[in-house]
């Protein structure tokens, strides 16, 4: 299957910092990107769907000014998460649709705030 | 979308095949069935997917009934790297196209 990379794979933080997390489609063009936020032992939680060249659309409840989402390119999509705090401490997955529409998910990034 | 029940766990013998159940009463016609599983603190894997004929790839098999309101992930020899959480997604249309809402999930454990 494609391959779908998100860098760093982990991140500690001093509380009230911002953090910026990537995610890349290596070897394919992926003209929407979703990310996904997991809390330990939970499901995913969809939090946004990122098209390249548009703005991000946020599910309800999501801070969209929080959760900053740049799509620029078609091999990557970064989600900034600013002045963070100890409850944004989770587990961050990114996916990728390519032309296929089939949709392949990244490592995730373990962001822990202290 | 419409929404999906699977058993909260499950438990299987290595080397036995391993049939994962999943219910999706409410599926419209133009929506696909998914299957993707998570192994600890990694991202999903896409595993396969289907409409309405039984579809088989080199890690599953699916069967989708013929109304279309149930379907079984068959892992046919299943190992102890088969443990993980498996969902089963049916994927939106219309606006919501793309879009993968993951429910709980059916816990596997693979045992000797």
């Known amino acids: 299957g494609a391959v779908v990379s998100q860098h760093p794979s982990r991140v500690i933080c001093k509380s009230g910092t911002s953090v910026k997390i990537e995610c890349r489609s290596l070897?394919?063009?992926?003209?929407?990107m979703f990310w996904y936020r997991q809390f330990p032992k939970q499901s995913l939680m969809l939090m946004a769907t990122s098209n390249e060249g548009s703005k991000a659309t946020y599910e309800q409840g999501v801070e969209k000014d929080k959760f900053l989402i740049n799509h620029a390119s078609l091999t990557l999509s970064t989600l900034t998460v600013t002045s963070a705090h100890p409850e944004d401490s989770s587990f961050y997955i990114c996916?990728?649709?390519?032309?296929?529409?089939?949709?392949?998910f990244g490592p995730g990034t373990r962001l822990t705030v202290l | 979308d419409a929404k999906t029940t699977q058993p909260p766990s499950m438990d299987c013998a290595e080397g036995r095949a391993a049939n994962l159940p999943c219910n999706h009463s409410t599926i419209s016609g133009n929506e696909y069935v998914y299957w993707y599983r998570q192994i600890h603190s990694q991202g999903p894997q896409y595993i396969i997917h289907?409409?309405?004929n039984n579809e088989t790839n080199e890690m599953a098999s699916l069967i989708i009934t013929e109304d279309r309101k149930s379907s079984t992930l068959i892992l046919p020899h299943a190992t102890l790297r088969d443990t993980a959480v498996y969902y089963c997604i049916v994927r939106g249309g219309g606006t919501s196209y793309g879009k993968l809402t993951f429910g709980q999930g059916t816990i596997l454990t693979v045992h000797p």
């Open positions: 070897d394919f063009q992926a003209t929407t």
């Open positions: 996916s990728a649709r390519g032309a296929n529409n089939e949709q392949f």
């Open positions: 289907g409409l309405k």
